[in-house]
């Protein structure tokens, strides 16, 4: 598996980012070969975080599929031009998606998103797709079968790679291989790609094997410059949020930026931590408040759990949702639809969009080649 994944090294070659610059690059050029912009496809859309970065490489999004009600009205509230299906993916990859999205098999340009990790029933079995029946997983790729997209870019947690001790990773790119696709793999930092948090990804990357010899594909360098805080929060618009209680802002009033339970009176720390007092492990995420000179760690789904805390480097609260957006590197524009709490979880959910937007880029060039090849 090591040989599979190459690892990411920083380098001198990149300048520091521009976090929140969302202009649309002009693509054009002298080659004719090369088009402005190429259509994309995108399932689990979540929130918008992929999608909105693959559109800002350049490309045209022709249709997005998501369950959840709150993240659909999300992507509609942004982009109105989206042709958002709220709807169970399940229920969709049975019917014949060329008349749906308006697209001849083979003529989709990239397929993207990224299933929840299940285990599979008939995994090691090689029944190809069949391996994946029961999961949805499978619908992602009778998407893949049906549409036969030039590439594909399939995410999900690193933990995939050891998941049912590696036997789901391993079933996932025998049937990419056996629905035609060549693989490229990488666990990418989000904190390497301009985004002010650290958050790895396992990106999977498919080129359809007839166009494979034309052109290859590499992951993107990352940037010499890493954000942190300070960069994105002094100036963060105001929003709403999720306060602590009297009792637990309190206590974070003792804890230093950087610092967590250990940084303050054994006694308070071991009333406020309760059971968790005698768990074995370094239990750093308990009354962890983040600084203005580090990256913030994962974005979660709940600004406020026990053991996962992410105190503001300079008050006594966690962060709000306009500040977790933007660790999440969402321009200030994009809305969330739902409660405090729907928005909160759909910014944890999302992938970082500077992040989709520097692997959107190097998939853009591989389909340069790959048309400048014919």
């Known amino acids: 598996m090591d040989k599979i994944l190459p690892k990411t090294v920083l380098n001198e ?21 090369k088009k402005s912009s190429y259509s994309t496809l995108e399932l689990f859309a979540g ?32 982009r109105p031009s989206w042709n958002v299906i ?18 001849n098999k083979g003529e989709l340009d990239l397929l993207t998103g990224g299933a929840p990790c299940q285990s599979f029933s008939y995994a090691g079995k090689r029944l190809g797709l069949e391996d994946a029946r029961g999961t949805l997983f499978y619908h992602y790729a009778l ?34 291989e056996s ?13 390497h790609y301009g985004v002010a948090q650290k958050r790895e990804r396992l990106i999977i990357i498919g080129i359809r094997q007839d166009f494979a010899h ?15 805080l300070r960069d994105i929060l002094l100036d963060c618009p105001k929003s709403e949020g999720t306060p602590y209680s009297k009792y637990k802002q309190d206590i974070f009033k003792l804890v230093p930026p950087g610092g967590y339970w250990r940084d303050i009176p054994e006694d308070i720390a071991k009333e406020y931590m309760k059971s968790c007092w005698d768990m074995e492990g370094g239990r750093t995420g308990i ?12 974005v979660l789904t709940s600004p406020s759990q026990k053991q996962t805390d992410r105190c503001h480097p300079l008050e006594a609260r966690p962060f709000t949702v306009r500040e977790n957006a933007r660790c999440q590197s969402f321009p200030d524009d994009w809305q969330f639809a739902g ?10 959910n999302a992938v970082p969009v500077n992040l989709a937007y520097e692997i959107g880029l190097k998939i853009k060039e591989t389909l340069e080649k790959i048309r400048c090849g014919h």
Not at 14 to 31: E, G, I, M, R, V
Not at 86 to 103: P, V, W
Not at 179 to 191: Q, S
Not at 214 to 228: L, T
Request: glycine share 6%; with cysteine.
């Open 13 to 33: 070659k990149s300048a520091q980012p521009d976090l929140f610059s969302y202009k649309q690059t002009n693509h054009k050029n002298n080659t004719d070969c």
């Open 47 to 78: 929130a918008g975080g992929l999608a909105l970065g693959i559109e800002k490489a350049g490309f045209d999004t022709i249709g997005l599929v998501e369950i959840d009600k709150y993240a659909s009205q999300t992507l509609k509230l942004n």
């Open 86 to 103: 709220n709807a169970d993916i399940t229920h969709i990859s049975e019917q014949n998606l060329e008349q749906l999205f308006c697209i």
């Open 143 to 176: 998407f893949l079968r049906k549409l036969q997209p030039r590439m594909f870019l399939f995410e999900n947690v690193k933990g995939l790679l050891s998941h049912d001790k590696g036997k789901t990773y391993k079933t996932i790119l025998d049937i990419f």
């Open 179 to 191: 629905e035609g696709y060549i693989t490229h793999t990488a666990v990418l930092n989000a904190w």
């Open 214 to 228: 034309h052109a290859s594909f590499s992951f993107p360098e990352p940037h010499k410059y890493k954000p942190v």
């Open 287 to 298: 009354l962890r408040r983040l600084s203005l000179d580090e990256p913030s760690l994962t």
């Open 339 to 348: 409660s405090i709490g729907q928005q909160y979880k759909q910014i944890g």
